[in-house]
């Protein structure tokens, strides 16, 4: 679901590539929320941070409470109390948004608004092409 350069790798097996391109993109970022003291700059970006991955987090977890829907496992048990833990983490991933402030939210759902921008251009490559249908040729 990533773009190809996300799976190119060095001779070791690291995917440097990706990790470089991904650790650029936040410089813009940290230079655009400059404050007169490191203090406050750190506190907004860490607050933007928090946004940013929570919400991908609460969207995973609820995949989660609905893994086995309608119990087709005999530890029925064990996925109760994964649904409960997934439950309290979703409250206060929730809760973690809302303490962020109401500057950090909205500058996390413009960065996600322009990533989702981003990927819906870029989504259709990643799409099995379906075999054209050959025309039926009528005697």
């Given at each position: 679901?990533?773009?190809?350069?996300?799976?190119?790798?060095?001779?070791?097996?690291?995917?440097?590539?990706?990790?470089?391109?991904?650790?650029?993109?936040?410089?813009?970022?940290?230079?655009?929320?400059?404050?007169?003291?490191?203090?406050?700059?750190?506190?907004?970006?860490?607050?933007?941070a928090v946004v940013t991955?929570?919400?991908p987090y609460i969207i995973?977890?609820?995949?989660?409470?609905?893994?086995?829907?309608?119990?087709?496992?005999?530890?029925?048990?064990?996925?109760?109390?994964?649904?409960?833990?997934?439950?309290?983490?979703?409250?206060?991933?929730?809760?973690?948004?809302?303490?962020?402030g109401k500057n950090a939210?909205?500058?996390?759902?413009?960065?996600?608004?322009?990533?989702?921008?981003?990927?819906?251009?870029?989504?259709?490559?990643?799409?099995?092409?379906?075999?054209?249908?050959?025309?039926?040729?009528?005697?």
């Open positions: 679901m990533f773009p190809a350069f996300f799976s190119k790798v060095n001779g070791m097996g690291a995917p440097v590539i990706g990790h470089d391109r991904a650790g650029r993109r936040p410089v813009p970022l940290a230079l655009s929320t400059i404050s007169p003291n490191l203090s406050e700059q750190f506190g907004v970006l860490v607050n933007l991955n929570v919400v995973a977890l609820s995949a989660l409470i609905r893994d086995d829907e309608g119990g087709r496992t005999s530890r029925r048990a064990v996925f109760t109390a994964q649904r409960a833990i997934a439950l309290v983490a979703m409250l206060y991933s929730t809760y973690a948004i809302y303490a962020s939210v909205m500058g996390g759902m413009i960065v996600m608004g322009i990533g989702y921008i981003i990927w819906g251009f870029i989504a259709p490559r990643f799409i099995a092409k379906p075999a054209a249908a050959q025309p039926s040729r009528v005697a």
